[in-house]
């Protein structure tokens, strides 16, 4: 609860910003400013959490304000999984509207992103889809559409901090032989959105989540959040991370609606190329799970043109059941998508 000032900055006007920076649980003071910014009044309990300190073991959070008069007058905050400090996301931008144009979040933003690359940070994301999102302050501050951003307002925008060399993703992608498999969890937010939104050679990325062609894994639509509470509903995710923490690859199940057709569920994986020959043992992982359970039959989805995630579930059992031609339509080509599926056999102890 404790508020620490980081410094001060002068305004355009000459008045000086007091800057300070606290971890969670915030004190209430922040919370009720928090929770009235335009990210935060709009989500649900789950992501609010956060202000509360609830997913302290998973997520690293760190959330900045700006005094005029010892009055919040703006806000930011960046998280970082528990364990990599190497990327994070990045939100909560927000300045009052009578108090704009004169330097407020230009200088949370810089304190903020000195703050995480003082603390090992190379890569801060951040949702730039909104139309009110200070577009402008992120282009002068270096961010850089990434992945598919380059839609309406950019997409996901990213800013690389410290780094000599200026191919990121070949790095931090780079093949680590001593990878290892868990369960997703919230403090995986900022993995999700490099992952899912990393210009991966696959049409379909993830099935569930809509991300076909070049649509963009965001937060504005609460996508993790809606993600990690689709989870409660008997589906597993799971995650293939190398031996600094960094999620390289990642299957998961969802739920079919009708209740008919509750027996079946479709799975999804997403994996770094560097990673393609550890992805048949990741899927393995979520087929043996989902196998305990009264699941009997497993479906994923494949474009046509996707011939490497075909052959991971060819080796893990799956066989093409159906083909819909022309299926999908990717600018002006239509493609053509393939349904595998698996049955899980179950072994009567009787």
Request: aromatic fraction near 12%; charged fraction near 25%.
């Amino acid at each position: 609860m404790y508020e620490e000032v980081i410094c001060s900055r002068v305004l355009r006007d000459g008045e000086e910003l007091a800057i300070k920076s606290a971890t969670p649980p915030l004190p209430k003071r922040w919370i009720d400013v928090f929770l009235k910014t335009p990210e935060l009044s709009k989500t649900e309990r789950e992501s609010r959490k956060r202000l509360f300190g609830a997913f302290r073991d998973q997520s690293s959070d760190y959330f900045f304000v700006g005094e005029l008069d010892e009055r919040i007058v703006g806000t930011v905050w960046y998280c970082t999984p528990a364990t990599c400090k190497d990327i994070a996301y990045m939100g909560e931008v927000f300045t009052e509207e009578q108090q704009r144009r004169r330097g407020i979040a230009t200088n949370l933003l810089n304190v903020a992103v000195d703050f995480f690359g003082k603390n090992g940070g190379r890569a801060i994301y951040i949702t730039d889809l909104c139309p009110n999102a200070p577009h402008q302050i992120y282009r002068e501050l270096g961010f850089q559409a990434y992945g598919y951003g380059y839609q309406t307002y950019g997409g996901i925008v990213r800013l690389i901090v410290n780094e000599r060399d200026k191919d990121f993703d070949q790095k931090y992608y780079e093949y680590d032989p001593n990878t290892s498999i868990r369960s997703v969890n919230w403090g995986d937010f900022p993995h999700f959105i490099a992952l899912l939104n990393y210009p991966h050679p696959w049409i379909v990325r993830a099935y569930n989540f809509g991300l076909i062609g070049p649509e963009v894994f965001d937060e504005l639509g609460r996508s993790f959040m809606n993600f990690m509470n689709s989870l409660k509903g008997g589906n597993l995710c799971f995650v293939l991370e190398d031996s600094n923490h960094r999620v390289v690859g990642t299957t998961y199940s969802s739920s079919l609606q009708a209740r008919s057709q509750s027996h079946v569920k479709v799975i999804d994986l997403l994996v770094h190329p560097n990673y393609f020959k550890e992805a048949a043992l990741l899927l393995e992982t979520l087929v043996e799970k989902l196998s305990d359970g009264r699941i009997e039959k497993l479906q994923a989805y494949v474009a046509t043109p996707d011939s490497s995630k075909a052959e991971i579930l060819r080796s893990c059992g799956f066989e093409k059941e159906a083909l819909m031609r022309r299926q999908l339509q990717i600018g002006s080509a239509k493609i053509d998508l393939e349904i595998y599926s698996k049955s899980i056999h179950k072994v009567d102890e009787t």
